[in-house]
């Protein structure tokens, strides 16, 4: 097999790998209340369990830096997405409060392990290309998050079992993505083997906390369209509530939309100036949901906010990768904890100004978070590279044309 064949490949099985976790991610998130229900979850529990998903996530992602340097990505991922798909239906198949801690525990552990490693093999393939096709990666987890939303949908409108919801998502996609796996192209396939397990060096994270900053503050915008924008558009917009399930609806396909032709728009502006436009974009979508006099109103706001926020994350990992090439997956493994930061900032930190305040005034903190990226864009590499810095400029040169035409995702 050539090496354009084995690169096109990997793109595919890891473009699949996005999108099933996008699926899955969703499954979990929209039927909590079902699941708060069935277990008997009280109000105060709740954020209990919730919140210890992505803390245990965010431990796993530091023990994933290590293990990586054992086994690498490729490996880490190939197990972890089985072990999150069967979590996941975990969740929908206990009747004891202690059967849901555990699942979703250990939910928490293999994702994240997954959203290292799967941005680990992105960054690499990515260099390995010589442009940039980040933004494809999470261009698929988004899809991923509309049918999985929709398939929550349908088990709820059908009065269907948590269990009986999930398995047909975890029987479909879980032998498809271990399939998939096979092809996976890790770091040593890609790149220079001899620069894997390094670590960022003296003085190393201090150059990565810009972006670590830049990752928080991105899920802390994302986490508060996801567990506000209904109530804000019902409670503060007065919508019907049929109408107030539509802006996270919308704000999904405006990600997708923004991450599918986003890669374009770096390759032509570089990143700097994407993620420029896209905090600029975000920050205004802010403002237009603080001030709208309506539903309406408040609906484009939230669809500024998906074509604005989309860039800022596939971009955040990649410039981590550029920022440190030599020890990139050391650096995403540690960014990715930023990740989970921010969720679990961003909803209460909305919630209590909202409570404490107004509602449309928490809508300011999080557009003021947003905009710290702004001055922290040229961390995201030079204002005129079109991807990456000098070498990397140079190995575009080479690889450019690798793939082209080929299993875009």
């Known amino acids: 097999m050539t090496a354009d064949v084995r690169l096109r490949r990997g793109r595919g099985s890891l473009g699949f790998s996005f999108f099933v976790q ?30 210890a998903v992505p803390i ?27 072990l999150v798909l069967l979590a996941l239906l975990g969740v929908g198949a206990g009747t004891q409060m202690w059967h849901a801690a555990l699942a979703l525990g250990a939910f928490g552990l293999s994702v994240g392990a997954l959203d290292a490693s799967m941005n680990m093999l992105g960054v690499s393939l990515q260099r390995a290309y010589g442009r940039s096709i980040m933004l494809g990666f999470h261009a698929a987890y988004s899809l991923g998050g509309i049918v999985g939303a929709s398939a929550a949908w349908a088990g709820a409108h059908w009065h269907l079992s948590l269990f009986t919801s999930y ?30 397990g390094k670590g960022l060096g003296a003085g190393g994270f201090r150059l ?18 996801s567990n506000w924008s209904a109530k804000y558009l019902q409670d503060v917009l007065g919508s019907s509530e049929q109408l107030a399930t539509v802006p996270y609806n919308v704000y999904m396909v405006t990600t997708l939309i923004g991450r599918a ?30 001030a709208a006099p309506g539903a309406w109103t408040g609906m484009l706001g939230f669809t500024l906010l998906g074509i604005g926020l989309c860039v ?34 961003g909803s209460p930190l909305v919630g209590g100004i909202g409570d404490a305040w107004s509602y449309r005034g928490a809508m300011l903190v999080p557009m003021a978070l947003v905009l710290v990226t702004l001055f922290q864009a040229r961390s995201f590499g030079a204002e005129g590279a079109r991807y990456g810095v000098g070498h990397e400029r140079r190995a575009g040169d080479r ?11």
């Not at 996008?22 to 109000?43: N, W």
């Not at 032709?261 to 905090?279: P, Q, S």
Request: hydrophobic share 55%; glycine share 10%; with cysteine.
């Open 22 to 51: 996008g699926v899955t991610f969703a499954l979990l998130v929209t039927r909590i209340p079902a699941i708060q229900d069935r277990y008997g979850i009280s109000d105060g529990l709740l954020p209990a369990f919730l919140a």
């Open 56 to 82: 245990l996530a965010g431990a796993s992602s530091v023990a994933t830096e290590h293990l990586v340097k054992r086994v690498g990505a490729a490996t880490v991922l190939r197990w972890a997405q089985p």
């Open 167 to 196: 398995l047909p998502a975890v029987v479909v996609l879980l032998p498809l993505a271990f399939h998939g796996s096979r092809s996976y192209v890790d770091r040593q396939d890609a790149e220079d083997p001899d620069a894997a």
């Open 208 to 225: 990565l906390l810009p972006l670590c900053l830049v990752m928080a503050c991105a899920y802390i915008g994302d986490s508060t369209v």
């Open 261 to 290: 032709v986003g890669d374009l728009g770096v390759r032509r502006f570089g990143a700097v100036a994407v993620v420029r436009i896209g905090t600029v974009v975000a920050a205004g979508g802010f403002a237009v949901v603080a």
């Open 312 to 345: 800022i994350v596939p971009q955040t990992f990649a410039a981590a990768g550029r920022l440190f090439p030599g020890a990139s997956d050391t650096a995403i493994a540690r960014l990715n904890i930023f990740n989970y930061v921010g969720f679990l900032i």
């Open 399 to 409: 690889a450019v044309d690798v793939g082209r035409g080929g299993n875009e995702v």
